[in-house]
């Protein structure tokens, strides 16, 4: 971290850093210093107990300023900076337009954006078909994942910060998820490494009584590609030369055709360590899998082959870190 900040969170290429005497938070690229950094209106709370802290978002609703848990966010342009918060919070979709004038920091708030939606008047809070469990921007627009695979395209003003005045628009691209004949309870948006194509990663735990019906496998994990056009999702079974890596804070799709290294070939895809962990506490250790690589006290991936169907589970320390159960994410070089 530069001196006198500290790195907080992850967003893709993008690192939270807060400055250590104002607690302003900042999103810069560290592998771009020419790159203006963008202040964002969020507070970082460290916690004394594990070492590790919480990012909140900022902002005003009926005249009262509020915190609320952020879970991601992502950078559309240097003119819009969109967030979903965490345990379904009272922003859906929160749009900040950073300003190139210099404002007081305490003026600097998230909103609701200025958009229209199909279902303006429905009762949000009570129907998962608008609890976003993922974002991710693709071909100029802001796509929104819910609970029950309903896709929304946001197109949001991103280019000028005097656009944010115009109504933007929400489609409700995808209607229905894909039938899938289990629950899903983790799912995942990620363009494609030709950025082609949305994708849709969706993974669960099996429950003890389903477990002869997936071989015994410790995990089942799909694919899916938003197909636009016809508003539907399509099953994909082979990746090609890509890898996926998906998080709660940022996901991305490489080309790894050419590697010479087994462990990051294609049709793979790759999952944080402590996602993992948060649903396999609460469900029957496999027989046959060296579970004790599963360390919170050290960060660690899941490999799972689309192919084979077979994941594994890598620990990249003894289990000394000093930190209590730390927080995991991805972070993706820029260029």
């Keep these: 971290a530069p001196q006198g900040y500290r790195a907080c969170a992850t967003s893709g290429s993008w690192v939270l850093y807060q400055h250590e005497r104002s607690s302003r938070c900042f999103l810069g ?85 200025d958009y229209s939606h199909d279902h303006q008047h429905h009762d949000w809070d009570d129907d998962w078909d608008f609890t976003y469990t993922d974002i991710a921007f693709h071909h100029g627009k802001v796509f929104a994942l819910s609970l029950t695979e309903n896709l929304y395209a946001f197109d949001l003003a991103i280019k000028e910060m005097s656009l944010s005045q115009t109504r933007s628009r929400v489609e409700h691209a995808i209607k229905e998820g894909p039938a899938a004949a289990v629950d899903y309870h983790n799912h995942h948006l990620v363009t494609s490494s030709d950025e082609q194509k949305l994708l849709m990663v969706q993974w669960r735990i099996p429950l003890r009584e389903d477990r002869t019906k997936f071989h015994h496998r410790m995990m089942d994990l799909q694919v899916f590609e938003a197909d636009l056009r016809k508003g539907r999702w399509s099953e994909v079974k082979d990746l090609g030369g890509q890898a996926l890596f998906v998080g709660q804070t940022g996901s991305r799709a ?76 991805w972070f993706f070089p820029s260029g």
């Design 29 to 113: 690229d560290p592998c771009s210093p020419s790159t203006p950094a963008i202040e964002v209106p969020c507070r970082y709370d460290p916690s004394d107990d594990t070492g590790d802290g919480r990012v909140s978002m900022r902002f005003c609703q009926d005249d009262t300023f509020l915190t609320w848990p952020l879970k991601k966010m992502v950078v559309c342009s240097p003119h819009l900076v969109v967030a979903t918060s965490a345990y379904n919070g009272p922003l859906k979709i929160a749009c900040f337009w950073p300003s190139n004038e210099t404002v007081d920091p305490a003026t600097l708030l998230w909103s609701e954006g």
């Design 254 to 329: 490489l080309a790894v055709g050419g590697l010479s290294d087994q462990m990051f070939q294609g049709n793979h895809v790759f999952l944080l360590g402590d996602d993992w962990a948060r649903l396999h506490p609460t469900r029957p250790w496999c027989k046959c899998f060296d579970c004790k690589k599963l360390c919170y006290n050290a960060p660690s991936y899941c490999v799972y082959d689309i192919m084979s169907r077979v994941a594994s589970l890598v620990s990249l320390g003894g289990g000394h870190c000093s930190i209590e159960s730390p927080e995991m994410a």
